[in-house]
């Protein structure tokens, strides 16, 4: 297919993540960058509020710090912008109405990129793009041989939306295991909670051997012994891993600017440590962050979380590979002035 068009900004302004450098698609080379930044303003496949097409400037543009490519991490003493070779490419071409068009631009653009050998950073949109963006992936990384896990307040396994349409975000998860690209017995879903999935989609989802963390679970057993039994699941026979986080997994008191609200999510600062820890144990291929719907936020609380996420991730990343190449890294845990 013709390569997708990309825009710097479909809904605004130019601005790149943190200022980080701009470059276009057709500049990345293979081994030319560790981490590229894409727009995935998209926000056809919503079953309630629209306003996600928003979500990737505003997860761009949320800091109060100058734009100047530098974020040094407090717990982890790292500067991911500056030790990571970072870009960002803009947005893909993904008007309303053409979801299937969209669906299938995004996806080259993401195997385009994860074929460079960068990891893919994927700016959400609604929940739908987690099928191309996961998709892209494993074409690159090998059909089957990346798990995923997945944040969210919802299952996102729906057989159909809307009278019998496949795609739209209610069905990512289903659509990537039925295709083969993630396997199901390597899906880890943590933060589900609510009124739905009804009981067909519950046992398809048995069938698949999906594991799935219902909030009442983490409550009982901690987030960190979740997080050790996803692991341990995630890793085993597989080469690297996917993470998808719906911003909704976190309780709406905290993040209300979303399409799909749910009380009794996790914390911010709960969502925060367990991505970070993700990405500092986890050999990650791509990552998408989703359903930031800036109409319904307020004082930009929803795309601060966002914008951290992404932040917290990358500062994980830098961190894994100082440790893997045997560099000195400073313990999350010290106090923040020792051996100083």
């Known amino acids: 297919m013709p390569e997708p068009q990309m825009y710097q900004s479909m809904y605004g302004p130019e601005i790149t993540f943190a200022g980080v450098p701009r470059a276009s698609l057709g500049e990345l080379a293979e081994g ?10 998209f926000d056809g496949g919503t079953s309630y509020r629209p306003g996600a097409r928003f979500g990737p400037r505003a997860i761009r543009a949320a800091d109060y710090l100058a734009h100047d490519a530098s974020r040094p991490h407090l717990a982890l003493g790292v500067d991911p912008l500056q030790e990571l070779r970072v870009a960002d490419i803009g947005d893909v071409n993904m008007p309303s109405g053409y979801l299937m068009e969209s669906i299938r631009g995004l996806e080259e653009v993401v195997h385009t990129v994860a074929a460079t050998g960068a990891v893919p950073v994927v700016l959400g949109g609604d929940h739908t793009i987690t099928f191309p963006d996961a998709t892209g992936v494993a074409r690159h990384v090998g059909w089957g041989r990346v798990s ?7 299952a996102d396994t729906g057989e159909s939306e809307w009278g019998g349409h496949l795609y739209g975000h209610g069905t990512p ?9 993630v396997r199901g017995d ?13 009981p067909p989609t519950l046992a398809w989802m048995a069938q698949q051997r999906m ?3 219902e909030m009442t679970e983490i409550v009982a057993r901690g987030m960190d012994e979740v997080l050790t039994e996803a692991f341990t699941i995630a890793t085993d026979d597989c080469d690297a891993v996917f993470l998808s986080v719906d911003v909704d997994v976190v309780d709406p008191g905290m993040a209300p600017g979303t399409g799909t609200p749910e009380p009794g ?6 969502l925060l440590d367990a991505v970070r820890r993700i990405a500092m144990e986890m050999p990650l291929a791509g990552i998408d962050v989703v359903e930031v719907s800036p109409p319904w936020d307020s004082a930009e609380i929803t795309a601060f ?6 932040l917290e991730a990358l500062s994980g990343m830098a961190w894994r590979r100082k440790k893997l190449a045997g560099e000195p890294v ?7 002035l020792e051996g100083r």
């Open 173 to 181: 998860m289903r659509r990537l295991i039925e295709s083969g690209a």
């Open 265 to 270: 999510g996790l914390t911010g600062r709960q």
């Open 186 to 198: 390597r899906f880890l879903q943590i933060g589900l909670r609510g009124y739905w999935p009804e």
């Open 148 to 154: 995923l896990i997945h944040f969210d307040a919802h």
């Open 330 to 336: 400073r313990r999350p845990e010290a106090p923040l």
């Open 32 to 41: 030319s960058h560790d981490i590229v930044f894409i727009g995935a303003p």
């Open 211 to 213: 594991r799935s963390y």
């Open 305 to 310: 979380l966002g914008n951290r996420v992404v």
